[in-house]
């Protein structure tokens, strides 16, 4: 796939790109200077981090180990027993 650079230095992304990417009109590309090959991301606006953090709620209260999450994610550990030599 191929698109062609303007005299402007403007670009079209092909829309094949633009829905697997889930890119529409008025999203902010950032672009990595430092990388060697071309490089954009993608960025998330604040308001859409702010409309994230008031939905969250941590499903372990405090005081809950680490042991005890994993153990609620995966159910509990199957330690498996040595073969006898």
């Known amino acids: 796939m191929q698109a062609t ?12 790109v ?4 889930h890119l529409k009109p008025g999203d ?5 200077e430092t990388a060697p090959f071309l490089k954009a991301t993608k960025t998330i606006p604040p308001q859409a981090w702010e409309e994230f953090a008031k939905g969250w ?5 405090a005081g809950h180990t680490t042991f005890e999450v ?3 994610l995966r159910g509990p550990a199957e330690i498996p027993t040595a073969a006898a030599p």
């Not at 650079?5 to 094949?16: D, M, N, V």
């Not at 709620?57 to 209260?61: A, G, I, L, T």
């Open 28 to 32: 902010v590309l950032e672009f990595d």
């Open 70 to 72: 994993m153990e609620d």
């Open 18 to 21: 633009r829905n697997r990417l």
């Open 57 to 61: 709620k941590d499903s372990w209260p």
């Open 5 to 16: 650079l303007t005299s402007k230095g403007q670009i079209t992304i092909p829309i094949h």
